[in-house]
């Protein structure tokens, strides 16, 4: 009877994990996906944080601050989740929710209503006034 119940613990430790997991994966998948870029790049370990400067229109040299500098890693991260708030029309208190309640906010960016606003997009009409 034991054997049962332990078998049934650990199938929920694991079943329940991996689910967090796939959605957390779904949510950032559909995040790049709204950015134009490659959902499959939140995968790949490193170049999905490039993938991430990218979206918040961050310069590409971040990526080794991020990962080589310690503390000042955690700086430029969190600069990072603004960027891709910011990006996403959101505000900084959804960068607080992004920073400490990812498992939240990350769906709500990528299910949400939220649309990418790409300064490439706009048009450039100043240019014919000069």
Known sequence: MNNVKLK???MTGLILPLAF???IIASIWKVFTKAGQPGWACLVPIYNLYIMTVIAKKPAWWLAMILLVPIANIVFLIMLYNGISKAFGKDSGFTVGLVLLGIVFWPILGFGDAKYIDDQTKTNDNVLDA
Request: hydrophobic share 50%; net charge positive; aromatic share 16%.
């Open 21 to 23: 997991a796939i959605f």
């Open 8 to 10: 049934r613990k650990t």
